[in-house]
């Protein structure tokens, strides 16, 4: 079991920034793969960033160079660095993990509105 805790979503105007934080717990070891999703309001939930063990990183087409998803294993944390926000990167911000066994785990989300 892996337990995930988000936070770092608010409010904030376009054109600013914001970081989340993805607290991992539990069984660790077994994370394979790191993602941020997102579920904008009347949109399909979308990969934004992921990262895997061997430090792989990829991205969506419409945040590569604004955001940037990085790890600090001494933590158990995974951030995703968010600037130069548009209000459509608005929407409910999940973390998401697969093990190497293939399990899935969700985070609670968190709220990022940018208003314009």
């Known amino acids: 079991q892996v337990q995930l805790v988000e936070s770092g979503g608010g409010l904030v105007q376009a054109g600013g920034s914001l970081r989340l934080s993805c607290a991992a717990s539990g069984s660790i070891f077994s994370i394979n793969r790191t993602g941020w999703y997102r579920q904008a309001p009347g949109k399909q939930c979308e990969l934004v960033a992921g990262?895997?063990?061997?430090?792989?990183?990829n991205y969506a087409d419409s945040v590569k160079g604004r955001f940037t998803i990085s790890r600090d294993n001494a933590k158990n944390t995974v951030y995703l660095q968010m600037n130069s926000l548009k209000p459509e990167d608005t929407g409910v911000y999940y973390c998401?993990?697969?093990?190497?066994?293939?399990?899935?785990?969700w985070g609670q989300g968190t709220q990022v509105t940018v208003s314009s």
């Open positions: 990262i895997n063990s061997g430090g792989r990183i």
């Open positions: 998401n993990v697969i093990t190497l066994g293939y399990s899935y785990y």
